[in-house]
């Protein structure tokens, strides 16, 4: 069955103006027209769809079934040409955003909530990894933008520095390793289980490094990492905005450490250098960074 646009505008037509005529001219064709699209929907349906019998022409059961389909051809229709319409005014069809789970998900979600409320079709696709992960997953989906903490191995790549991130090394209250007076030294460190987000990376230079072969728990996300801490299974590094009411509330303690128990990590923003972006993607660029990039043609 090989049913046409024209034929399921006729339909509705019909069924909305409720006479030929009427049809006719909300359509801005002639009425042999209308009556030949309909005469020949009803050959290729092999249905009886409209009752001819009053003043009015009306729908039969059979019709008025065949009309709910032909509308919804018509919705798919309305959907395709607004969709093309976007894509030709800079909205690129699908948007999709690496980031390093240590980096706060607010702000990106922000900018995608903005871009929804203008009306942007763009499909966002929003999804954390961690450290080496984010480039592998950047290159695996063919992202189109990666927020890391680790410096990218992948060429041509144009980077935005981000606002560092601080982390503390912090322990529940009542852990053993809170409650010690002084700088804690690596033995007594070692003692207790240091908690990692699904293992660090020797780039990051933290000062818990040389601990992490002996006495560690990987877990799978920041979140998971935090309860573990709260529960008391060890010990770790969490970033401050994720953990700023159970710092002022005492619930963490930030350790103790001759070497400091606290460490910048420095974010950035890339997307490939040879690919123009979208106006979706140059909208979180500049949300990020500030930095507003050419408006797309």
């Known amino acids: 069955m090989n049913v046409t646009l024209e034929q399921a505008r006729a339909l509705d037509a019909l069924a909305r103006q409720g006479t030929f005529a009427a049809a006719a001219k909300a359509l801005h064709k002639g009425h042999t027209a209308v009556l030949y699209a309909l005469r020949t929907l009803e050959e290729q349906t092999e249905l ?7 003043y009015r022409t009306r729908l039969t059961p059979a019709g008025e079934r065949v009309l709910e389909h032909c509308r919804k051809l ?8 607004a969709a093309c319409a976007e894509i030709r005014a800079g909205w690129e069809p699908t948007l999709r955003i690496i980031f390093d789970g240590i980096f706060p998900a607010e702000p990106l979600l922000r900018v995608v909530k903005q871009l929804r409320a203008e009306g942007a079709g763009t499909r966002f696709h929003v999804s954390a990894e961690f450290l080496a992960g984010v480039e592998a997953a950047f290159t695996r989906d063919e992202a189109d933008l990666m927020v890391s903490v680790l410096p990218p191995t992948l060429p041509d790549l144009r980077s935005y520095r981000l606002a560092d991130l601080k982390a503390v090394l912090v322990a529940h209250r009542s852990h053993p390793l809170a409650t010690q007076r002084g700088p804690l030294k690596d033995e007594e460190l070692a003692r207790h289980l240091l908690l990692t987000v699904r293992g660090s990376d020797p780039r990051l230079q933290l000062s818990t490094g040389a601990l992490e072969g002996r006495s560690t728990v990987h877990l799978n996300d920041f979140a998971a990492k935090k309860a573990a801490i709260l529960e008391g299974l060890g010990y770790g590094w969490l970033p401050e905005h994720l953990m700023k009411r159970e710092l002022r509330r005492g619930e963490l303690k930030a350790l103790k450490l001759a070497s400091g128990a606290t460490h910048l990590f420095h974010p950035s923003l890339h ?6 972006l979208g106006r979706a993607a140059s909208r979180v660029v500049q949300a990020l960074t500030g930095v507003e990039l050419p408006t797309p043609p």
């Open 74 to 81: 018509l919705e798919a229709e309305r959907e395709l040409e």
């Open 48 to 54: 009886v769809l409209l009752d001819r019998r009053g």
């Open 271 to 276: 997307h490939r250098a040879g690919v123009r």
